[in-house]
């Protein structure tokens, strides 16, 4: 299976801040990488697909970048609605697997 | 609006089978663009990918739990369901069902998971 290693495990921020998460596969998955929001006990969300395409309805200060075995999603400036943990996955090959997850936190 | 919502016993006995279900509303279940997906997890684990089906019965399975597994649809109920069996206190999480759908982007297709169920925990304990 691969392996997602996500980082960091949680951070903490400030609404406004640039906030910037890492995912990088243990072997390269081409741009076959997606990133979801989940708040508690709400239904996990998909922000990107294909390592850099917005999802339908999504705010645009979400991004998405990167191939092969290393990803970046980065929050422009962060809003009050984005604390949240954010999580990626493979869709390169089955089973999917999904990174440990990033929790985003009020500083 | 799509709506999944899952639904099941929340409490398991060791050994015995897991079953969950996943209703799906205000869409068909029975669309040929779409697979059905299962996932989990478990406390301070990540995510799981545990299988998906089609509404044509087509299944794909985690090799990690195939031997433990089905996963089945009902077309007329508009639902589809897990069925994990001989389960241990390890098989406690929370369980997700999500639609699957492929995205067409300069002639690549890609999978994403959307919308997906609130989630439902299941806790195996005697």
């Known amino acids: 299976d691969i392996q997602m290693t996500q980082s960091p495990s949680s951070l903490s921020a400030s609404v406004g801040d640039r906030v910037t998460i890492t995912c990088r596969p243990s072997q390269a998955i081409n741009t076959y990488l997606n990133w979801y929001q989940h708040k508690p006990g709400k239904a996990p969300h998909l922000l990107i697909f294909g390592a850099s395409n917005l999802q339908s309805g999504v705010p645009s200060r979400f991004s998405g970048s990167g191939s092969g075995t290393d990803f970046t999603l980065t929050i422009s400036s962060l809003h009050p609605e984005d604390f949240a943990t954010y999580f990626c996955?493979?869709?390169?090959?089955?089973?999917?697997?999904f990174g440990q997850g990033t929790r985003v936190e009020v500083k | 609006q799509l709506q999944l919502q899952e639904s099941g016993p929340g409490l398991v006995t060791p050994s015995e089978t897991l079953s969950l279900t996943c209703t799906v509303s205000g869409a068909s279940i029975s669309n040929t663009n779409y697979f059905w997906v299962w996932l989990r997890q478990s406390p301070g684990e990540g995510l799981e990918w545990i299988g998906s089906v089609h509404y044509s019965g087509s299944t794909h399975y985690n090799p990690s739990l195939k031997s433990r597994l089905s996963i089945s649809v009902d077309t007329s109920k508009n639902q589809f369901s897990l069925n994990l069996s001989s389960v241990t206190a390890a098989d406690t999480a929370v369980y997700y069902c999500?639609?699957?759908?492929?995205?067409?982007?300069?002639?690549?297709?890609?999978?994403?998971?959307?919308?997906w169920g609130q989630g439902t925990l299941v806790t195996v304990s005697s």
């Open positions: 999500a639609r699957q759908g492929k995205k067409p982007v300069a002639g690549v297709f890609y999978s994403g998971l959307d919308p």
């Open positions: 996955q493979q869709t390169y090959i089955l089973p999917w697997t």
